[in-house]
């Protein structure tokens, strides 16, 4: 009889030892899932901020092409400023691509005009109306361009 009740016991620890294992592993599987989902939380929304701050470049970028090569101490300091955001994008891994001379491509372009151009090849990208920008390097933002027909 206490033969009987040495082995049911020893079968109930390693049921019990088994079930702790199992729970062990699900809990490292959940919380290696929480932190992939944590992170990429924290990506998508430095993505949307980085997104919504390219249209501030943008913004400055027109004003500066409107003033031209004018010099004052208010468009030097607009100027500063953008290099600034520009750095500070960069250093979060926000790159400009480059686009004009390139085949157009639709996960990198969106038309916006297409023009003839006699010495260009059709399908070429001729001018930029807005930069695209990728994200490390994903697409974060595609370039609007026009392209020769």
Known sequence: MAEKTIETLEQDLKTEHA???RALADFDNY???IDR????FGTEALR???SELLDVVDDLERFLNSVGEEASPLIDGVRFVHQKLLSLLEKEGVRPFES?????DPSLHEVISTVAAKDTAEGTVVREARHGYKFKGDILR???VVVAR
């Open 19 to 21: 079930m702790y294992l």
């Open 31 to 33: 919380r290696r899932r």
């Open 37 to 40: 989902d944590r992170a990429k």
């Open 48 to 50: 949307d901020f980085m």
């Open 100 to 104: 004009v001379g390139k085949p157009f």
């Open 142 to 144: 595609p370039a609007r």
